[in-house]
């Protein structure tokens, strides 16, 4: 091979990867200098995924796989319920449209404990087939509707944000390229839906929940309550520090457990201890976002690597 | 489609805190099992398994400790034993039962069923019942299906007719179930409204995942996060007087370090109002105090089927 064949060759794939990343700089803009309502320091959203065992049906897992999601909404949707009622919060529930017809009643409760319902997929998957993702998009959000009385605003799903968008949804909670909440950007630059960050590191089942995502057994999610208690307090504290965002995920049937629920109101009692935290649902997180940031006013600095 | 089979196997809602009574007015219930399986794989236990040093340790020294640390804090365990098991140690077996722990079944070899005809999963759980009744002297009344430190997935395996077989061979119980954390009903057939009682089991509270091999499960020591879980567990499961279970296994907790974290833990029960039955005693009382005719709350399903998705 001759060297300009080789430095050519290189020199493609040096462009291609520029292109890729000037691209991805481009798909989101950071909503910079963004402050909190009446001075609070930091937003928490606490997000419950009820998926039951939805999952652990949809990957074909064996019987006793889908009992221990069923403990979920047996039991730990109503314990949860119950930890945000004796702190006052206000949690977001994101809901796959199928546990409306399995767990109406937790759903029920959840909503008259004032908490908000959200979009997380029909039957935790998004159908390849575009017509087929909007349906089920559709139907989950009618299922949810009939049960809260209005049409959910916010989804934690794989769902192109073009299609959340054009269905009426203001935010999704899947991300994590920013630890602060960000707006996903269409190829011209218009913001589609804000992003509420997400990241694996604050998600129970990462900790708690044996062969999650596959993990082999050497692989192990056996955390005991005080490690994550003193990891989450210390994303807490970091995020407190610098006005920032945090977005704790729990799953029912993870957190739901005895132990956890008393771990979690440790946690939660310790965070209240620093003033200025302001517990919020991810619609409200959203909606003073959207109004201290317009997604139509001109992007002041948005950021990208090409610093476009 | 029926009901919402395939998805649930019990009713919507478990019961309330401050619904569960425990005999003698006691808080909350513990149940110890201890499971006498040394099966490394799916096909069940077979004669490598029975020379492993670890197998050889767990049905000797290692179940001489356990049942010394369980006798001095005078607590019953549930043993469950795989019928071949019982034939190859006749005389542990019925040390256990002479000592006042219950033996329940444990498979015929402790073998994944899954893949089993009903026919030949059916004729394996006869077996099992008659070569466990004869060596231990009654007929056992609970049945297991415990996971492997190999396994996949860490609640232990069963077949789609498992259920509806013990309750023909007439088990009182199957002992770890994973939707709750009380007993709770299996629910075999939601048009006749059969059910079979489910003990709760959570491997968390496991001994086998937290203790090294380097070759089998986690490959890490970590029986501290084992008794932290544990410690963690009864004290909400008691403010909440409801039920707290683990499950051990003498070649694991039997071992120096870990045998003296479980006497710490045992110790540390006395002064609690705690009802420690067996799995048969725990079954019957709570089939008496909560019979599934007046407890078990089937709603009509609302389940539907649609194009495009699931069934």
Request: charged content about 20%; glycine content about 8%.
């Amino acid at each position: 091979m001759s060297d300009s064949r080789s430095a050519d060759r290189l020199g493609a794939e040096l462009a291609e990867l520029k292109a890729a990343a000037a691209h991805n700089g481009g798909r989101i803009r950071r909503l910079d200098g963004l402050r909190w309502p009446r001075g609070a320091r930091i937003a928490v959203n606490i997000t419950v995924d009820f998926d039951a065992m939805l999952l652990r049906r949809l990957n074909n897992e064996p019987p006793m796989e889908l009992a221990k999601g069923e403990f979920g909404g047996r039991v730990g949707i109503w314990r949860l319920l119950e930890l945000f009622e004796a702190h006052a919060i206000k949690a977001t529930i994101f809901t796959p449209g199928r546990i409306c017809e399995l767990y109406p009643e937790a759903l029920r409760a959840a909503v008259a404990g004032g908490h908000e319902l959200a979009d997380h997929m029909w039957e935790h998957r998004v159908p390849k087939e575009p017509s087929l993702a909007r349906d089920h998009l559709l139907k989950t959000a009618a299922a949810l509707k009939a049960i809260g009385g209005r049409r959910p605003v916010g989804s934690r799903s794989h769902y192109p944000a073009a299609l959340l968008r054009e269905e009426g949804f203001i935010y999704n909670s899947h991300g994590a390229p920013s630890h602060r909440p960000y707006y996903v950007l269409d190829e011209r630059g218009r913001p589609l839906v804000l992003e509420l960050p997400f990241h694996f590191a604050i998600d129970d089942a990462m900790f708690f929940s044996f062969a999650w995502y596959r993990s082999g057994n050497a692989g192990q999610r056996l955390a005991d309550t005080d490690r994550v208690f003193d990891l989450w307090l210390a994303a807490f504290q970091q995020q407190y520090r610098q006005a920032g965002y945090l977005n704790i995920c729990l799953h029912p049937f993870v957190s739901g457990r005895a132990l956890r629920i008393a771990m979690l109101d440790r946690l939660i009692a310790a965070m209240k201890a620093s003033p200025g935290v302001w517990f919020a649902s991810c619609e409200e997180v959203a909606r003073h976002c959207l109004a201290a940031h317009p997604a139509g006013a001109p992007a002041a600095a948005a950021a990208s690597p090409s610093g476009a | 489609m029926p009901w919402k089979q395939g998805y649930t196997i019990s009713d919507e809602k478990s019961l309330a805190d401050g619904e569960v009574r425990w005999p003698d007015g006691k808080r909350c219930a513990i149940h110890i099992v201890v499971d006498l399986s040394v099966a490394r794989g799916a096909e069940g236990i077979g004669p490598r398994d029975l020379a492993s040093p670890a197998a050889q340790f767990g049905l000797n020294d290692g179940l001489d400790l356990l049942l010394d640390a369980l006798a001095r804090q005078a607590l019953r365990a549930t043993f469950a034993v795989p019928a071949v098991l019982a034939e190859c140690y006749p005389d542990r077996v019925k040390e256990i039962v002479r000592l006042g722990h219950e033996v329940a079944a444990h498979g015929f070899k402790h073998e994944d069923v899954s893949a089993l005809s009903r026919d030949e999963e059916k004729a394996r759980i006869a077996l099992a019942t008659e070569l466990l009744g004869a060596i231990s002297g009654v007929r056992p009344a609970g049945w297991f299906a415990l996971p492997r430190q190999k396994d996949a997935f860490a609640g232990g395996a069963i077949s789609a007719n498992t259920m509806g077989l013990l309750l023909e061979a007439g088990y009182d119980y199957m002992g770890n179930g994973l939707a709750d954390d009380l007993p709770h009903y299996w629910v075999t057939d939601f048009a006749s409204r059969q059910a079979i009682l489910t003990l709760p089991y959570y491997y968390h509270f496991d001994d086998q995942f937290f203790c090294l091999f380097p070759t089998e499960g986690t490959g890490l020591e970590n029986p501290d996060a084992l008794l932290r879980n544990w410690r963690a567990e009864l004290d909400a499961q008691y403010r909440r007087g409801r039920f707290f279970g683990i499950t051990l296994h003498p070649q694991h907790i039997g071992w120096c370090h870990r045998l003296a974290g479980l006497e710490e833990f045992l110790g540390g029960l006395a002064g609690r109002a705690l009802w420690n039955p067996t799995g048969v005693e725990l079954a019957r009382y709570w089939m008496a105090a909560y019979p599934a005719a007046r407890s078990l709350k089937l709603a009509p399903s609302i389940w539907q089927d649609y194009p495009g998705s699931l069934s």
